[in-house]
């Protein structure tokens, strides 16, 4: 079992930044990927960033050049910087873990942190 703890959000005006952080704790595997995704209102859970332990990152197109996903293993902590925020990032922030050991699958989520930017 892996638990995540997430950490960073608020309310902020566009324009603005913030920085949430996602603490992985149990049994962790030393090849990985940690991502944030987020929820919006009446919306789909969609991907925003992903790294995994090998630091290999991935952003969906509308955060591309604005957030930046990073990673301490030795923390097994990610992170996700998040510039220019804008009105339509409002959202739940959701921390995941994914591992595949072996022939199993070990996909774990965070129980989200609201993010708000006011216009």
């Known amino acids: 079992q892996v638990q995540l703890v997430e950490s960073g959000g608020g309310l902020v005006q566009a324009g603005g930044s913030l920085r949430l952080s996602c603490v992985a704790s149990?049994?962790?595997?030393?090849?990985?990927?940690m991502g944030w995704y987020r929820q919006a209102p009446g919306k789909q859970r969609e991907l925003v960033a992903t790294i995994t332990s090998g630091a290999t990152t991935k952003y969906t197109d509308s955060v591309v050049g604005r957030f930046t996903i990073s990673r301490d293993n030795a923390k097994n902590t990610v992170y996700l910087q998040m510039n220019s925020l804008k009105p339509e990032d409002t959202a739940v922030y959701y921390c995941?873990?994914?591992?595949?050991?072996?022939?199993?699958?070990?996909?774990?989520w965070g129980q989200g942190t609201q993010v708000t930017v006011s216009s």
């Open positions: 995941n873990y994914y591992a595949t050991p072996g022939l199993t699958v070990r996909d774990f």
């Open positions: 149990g049994r962790i595997w030393s090849i990985n990927t």
